[in-house]
């Protein structure tokens, strides 16, 4: 924890030494920046001439990358607002207040995240994939995210979350914080971050690039948050108090389901597209091994079998290879036309 924030002061409901407490700080101090300060400061103006003179292959392998974001910062946005509030408020969590603190800065920049992405899509690329008449919460996703298996993690993420709010029990909640706080944050976002942060000179995207260190500054106190409360299950059960005995095979587990889905997530804009910006599907993949060794392995102490999580993305690889992801977009299209349509005439 940075020390510069640790409290010189105490509470009486709130302990202002706890390291819940010392993220929720954190958040107060570097989570507030602005959106809409930030296109006034900024503006849109290279942006948009980076975007027009990208050729259209350029253009979409970028639109693809961006609309994963976007889905996935709704879709962990209302999340947080409703589930994720309910899980700190659990009996088997300690220390409910701070937790509780820190949740109302992690929903805000969640769908600060959300807010960004949405109006530069619309500002700098006049983009059809925001689909602003239908989203995952009224029954549909953007089409290029459910064409690949990326749709399935937010699935995942979104069932496990509701589950552990439901039931509080520590195996439950082991499960949501992993594939919210580990995976879809600290794998889906970091690796792609790092695509947008080594796209080629030509796609210079100011504002983009500056958005995405507020970004990765909030996304790096929200996986903390995981890491910190997943170590705390894990204490529990090490203890061996009967409670949470399976929170490790829990979290393992849940990773293994949801390897080979975020792995799409690479496939979508690099092979799939013929990765004209050359990001490189294998250094793709290079980026999210090394963040599970990190984060599963050496910070949380497990003991992840690379060579399966590697199995089951070369298995889910060979699968998805086969694929004509235009076909497989054009049908999802269709299918979101049509559920537009129904919406139009309120489902008459």
């Known amino acids: 924890m940075t020390q510069g924030l640790q409290s010189q002061y105490s509470g009486q409901r709130v302990n202002t030494q706890s390291r819940w407490y010392t993220l929720f700080q954190k958040g107060v101090e570097l989570g507030t920046w602005n959106v809409e300060k930030l296109f006034d400061e900024i503006g849109f103006e290279q942006d948009r001439a980076s975007w027009a003179a990208l050729e259209p292959a350029e253009r979409d392998q970028i639109r693809y990358l961006l609309s994963g974001f976007l889905d996935g910062e709704r879709e962990v946005a209302g999340d947080a607002a409703t589930n994720l509030q309910r899980i700190m408020q659990s009996p088997c969590l300690e220390s409910n207040t701070e937790k509780e603190m820190y949740m109302t800065m992690l929903t805000l920049t969640e769908h600060k995240h959300t807010q960004f992405l949405d109006v530069y899509m619309e500002e700098v690329m006049n983009d059809a994939d925001n689909y602003t008449d239908l989203d995952p919460r009224r029954g549909s996703r953007i089409p290029i995210v459910q064409a690949t298996g990326l749709g399935e993690v937010f699935e995942h993420q979104g069932l496990l979350t509701a589950k552990a709010a439901s039931t509080r ?14 995976n879809v944050e600290g794998i889906l976002a970091r690796v792609g971050s790092s695509a947008i942060s080594r796209f080629p000179p030509r796609a210079d995207f100011p504002l983009l690039n500056y958005a995405f ?47 080979p889905y975020m792995a799409d997530f690479g496939y979508m804009f690099t092979d799939a597209l013929d990765d004209p910006l050359e990001l490189d599907f294998n250094e793709v993949l290079m980026r999210g091994g090394n963040l599970i060794d990190g984060m599963y392995n050496e910070t949380l102490g497990l003991d992840v079998d690379y060579m399966e999580v590697i199995s089951v993305v070369r298995d889910r690889y060979l699968e998805i290879n086969e694929w004509d992801i235009k076909e497989r977009l054009a049908e999802h299209e269709q299918q979101y036309q049509r559920k537009r349509g129904v919406a139009a005439d309120g489902g008459n």
């Open 213 to 259: 260190k507020f970004i990765s500054t909030d996304e790096g106190r929200h996986i903390t948050h995981g890491i910190e409360l997943l170590k705390e299950l894990l204490e529990h059960e090490r203890a061996g108090e009967p409670q949470y005995q399976g929170v490790e095979r829990a979290i393992v587990n849940t990773l293994y389901q949801d390897v």
């Open 169 to 182: 029990d520590p195996i439950d909640i082991a499960k949501a914080a992993t594939t919210y706080h580990m």
